[in-house]
Nanobody, 125 residues
Framework: QVQLVESGGGLVQAGGSLRLSCAASGRTFSSYAMGWFRQAPGKERQFVARVSRSGSNTYYADSVKGRFTISRDNAKNTVYLQMNRLKPEDTAVYYC??????????????????WGQGTQVTVSS
């Protein structure tokens, strides 16, 4: 079992920045690739970013590429999502997730075994 707890969400104006954190406990954190997803009201859960077990490989959705950065600190059992130049369309509940597979980019929610409870990000125009 892996327990994931997100933090760092909030209300920000368009063009601003937020940094999300996801703290993991349980089994060895470095055994999991980690992802961030988001879900807006009435929409499906959407892939945002993924980082490999070591942190050396990262993948992004086209909609956030160049604005968001995913990283991890295996010593702190934490994964981060730095979000810059935020837009109103980034408004959603953001979830972190853990994937025991380490096969390049996996963008489907079904590939991830463990999920956090989510943190709300609201970007005002």
């Amino acid at each position: 079992q892996v327990q994931l707890v997100e933090s760092g969400g909030g209300l920000v104006q368009a063009g601003g920045s937020l940094r999300l954190s996801c703290a993991a406990s349980g089994r060895t954190f470095s055994s999991y690739a980690m992802g961030w997803f988001r879900q807006a009201p009435g929409k499906e859960r959407q892939f945002v970013a993924r980082v490999s077990r070591s942190g050396s490989n990262t993948y992004y959705a086209d909609s956030v590429k160049g604005r968001f950065t995913i990283s991890r600190d295996n010593a702190k059992n934490t994964v981060y999502l730095q979000m810059n130049r935020l837009k109103p369309e980034d408004t959603a509940v953001y979830y972190c997730a853990a994937d025991s597979g380490n096969y390049g980019n996996r963008a489907s929610p079904q590939d991830y075994e463990y999920w956090g409870q989510g943190t709300q990000v609201t970007v005002s125009s």
